[in-house]
């Protein structure tokens, strides 16, 4: 096929007018841990440096020393550990108070005394900021912009200003906006960051506001370049980051995976790609970018905040097709169907089998999944009709590859179970100083013998897979690196109340893989053995690859 015929995903858009290549700072490590219920211990933040260095970022904003231990811990140790081949550590701060010189300021003296490369400064560039969080005059703050950034020019670093609340300042009174941003660029600042920090601006207001500023700076001759840093509280972060890029800036700030304060700061797994793929501008290049989903997957984990299926790019939903008639064309002509290719990003096309599929889905699905039915059209025929009953009732295979390809060996006649059930009971006992403790016993066949395990957990569901690792990890040591990871619930039809049909979803993971299962029943505890079976059946069917040496 001709890349001519190959359509949009092809070619990328104009782009900015230059097309000069566009750097990328990250500061996941500092902006993004502001989210709730996001914290990194220095040892975290030491590992997503290094990935972010593998995935080719240019800056790596490491923390604002000084403000707390942690963040000093991690700039002690980048000193001795970090060994960065890409990015550039760069340490964050503000400019000096008002009644300090630049020498005596502990803010800067602590910027300088981290050691790193590049510091970035922010001032206030909105002027009921300057008079009312400040308490300084306007002129005041912009000698303090301009000395601030001249002690650090002059101790030999890289200097960033981030413009702080630039937008709403520019709006405000753009005069004097402009008389910071020129403050910082006279100064010797590397890059001029214009900052949307309360995130309400539109696209349309910052290709204007960017325009006017590139231009006004290009009048008087600073030629200094300008950055964008954007937050989503009005979900526009990521646009506003591109359109500012195609009006002038050739610098982005973001986090991975969007985190940060509020509504989150701007998304650099979508603003990579679209700079790289469609709008043509070099970010990190086509190599570096198919570690995208692989690092975005990363960062989440250490985080420990589960990645966004439906997430832009990096999803496990983002190029997944569930339409029978739509998964079915997606295969003969993907570009049809995908606005990019997921291989590019490192992510994968996927068939998500549910009541909508069709013969071609479900084939897909279960080459998807390792097994061959190719030709064996009365199986897949079986199977669909099954799948759409079961649904009917309110399975979900969606999120349930394992389940499914477990149906799949059983109707295939392939299926060899690992034990058989005789019997299992539950007991809960909620004991006079409060403790609530339950035990679970069960009773099985594996290996021509019979077994009985009883275990404790802290719930019915822990009690049972406890107790069924008693009885058969003997035979299969493999269990032991088998374990589950997310256990969902979901009363289906809420007016029977407590005799209401509930579905349990399972994910389960051996370190390497993940997959997840479900079960579904009036009983909760029911459900959740049959989802913990296929768990363990899946499991034990694809055995981790031991380890070398």
Same mark, same amino acid.
Request: charged share 25%.
């Given at each position: ?158 200097? *960033? ?32 960051? %214009? ?123 983002? *190029? ?171 009363? %289906? ?11 349990? %979803? ?44």
């Amino acid at each position: 096929m001709s890349e001519e015929a190959r359509g949009p995903r092809a070619a990328p858009a104009a782009g900015g007018p230059e097309r000069v290549p566009v750097t990328v700072y990250d500061t996941t490590l500092r902006d993004g841990t502001q989210r709730e219920n996001l914290s990194l211990s220095a040892e975290d933040k030491l590992r997503i440096c290094r990935r972010l260095d593998d995935l080719g970022v240019q800056f790596v904003e490491g923390g604002f020393p000084g403000s707390n231990p942690k963040d000093m811990e991690f700039f002690e140790r980048a000193r001795d550990e970090l060994e960065l081949s890409t990015a550039v550590l760069t340490a964050f701060g503000a400019t000096r108070h008002k009644s300090n010189s630049p020498e005596d300021d502990p803010m800067l003296r602590a910027l300088l005394d981290v050691g790193t490369p590049a510091v970035c400064v922010f001032g206030k560039a909105w002027t009921v900021h300057v008079t009312e969080t400040l308490r300084a005059t306007l002129e005041e703050n912009v000698r303090m912009v301009a000395d601030s950034v001249d002690h650090l020019k002059a101790a030999g670093r890289t200097v *960033f200003f981030d413009a702080e609340h630039f937008f709403d300042g520019y709006k405000h009174d753009a005069g004097y906006a402009m008389e910071v941003c020129r403050a910082a660029a006279q100064s010797g600042a590397e890059v001029v960051v %214009l900052c949307d920090t309360n995130g309400g601006t539109l696209p349309h207001e910052v290709t204007g506001i960017v325009a006017e500023v590139r231009e006004r700076l290009d009048v008087e001759g600073l030629r200094v370049p300008l950055g964008m840093h954007a937050h989503d509280d009005a979900g526009c972060a990521v646009a506003n980051s591109l359109v500012a890029v195609d009006a002038g800036c050739v610098h982005v700030q973001g986090t991975m995976n969007g985190y940060g304060e509020r509504a989150g700061n701007a998304d650099l797994t979508a603003i990579i790609p679209a700079l790289e793929l469609k709008m043509g501008r070099r970010v990190i290049g086509r190599e570096r970018l198919k570690l995208l989903t692989e690092v975005s997957h990363f960062v989440a984990e250490v985080a420990n905040i589960s990645p966004d299926p439906h997430q832009p790019y990096v999803g496990a939903s983002a *190029f997944a097709h569930k339409g029978g008639v739509h998964a079915a064309a997606a295969a003969r002509l993907p570009e049809a169907y995908e606005h990019a290719d997921p291989s590019a990003v490192g992510n994968l096309a996927r068939v998500v089998v549910s009541e909508l599929a069709g013969r071609a889905s479900l084939s897909m699905k279960a080459a998807e999944l390792g097994i061959d039915v190719e030709g064996d059209a009365e199986t897949v025929g079986r199977v669909l009709d099954r799948i759409k009953e079961l649904e009917h009732r309110g399975y979900s295979f969606e999120a349930a590859d394992g389940t499914l390809e477990v149906m799949l060996r059983k109707e295939l006649g392939t299926y060899q179970p690992f034990f058989t059930l005789e019997s299992f009971r539950c007991i809960m006992e909620k004991r006079e100083d409060g403790r609530v403790m339950t035990e679970a016993t069960i009773k099985l066949h594996v290996g021509g013998h019979r077994y009985i395990a009883t275990a404790e957990g802290n719930g019915p569901v822990n009690a049972l897979d406890r107790a069924l690792r008693l009885a058969i990890e003997r035979f299969y040591p493999e269990l032991a690196s088998i374990e589950l990871t997310d256990y969902k619930v979901r009363v %289906l039809d809420e007016k029977k109340g407590t005799a209401a049909v509930t579905r349990v %979803l399972i994910e389960s993971t051996d370190r390497e893989k993940s997959w997840g299962t479900v079960g579904l029943s009036e009983n909760i505890i029911e459900a959740s053995w049959e989802a913990l079976v296929d768990s363990v059946d899946y499991g034990l069917s694809h055995p981790r690859e031991p380890e070398k040496g």
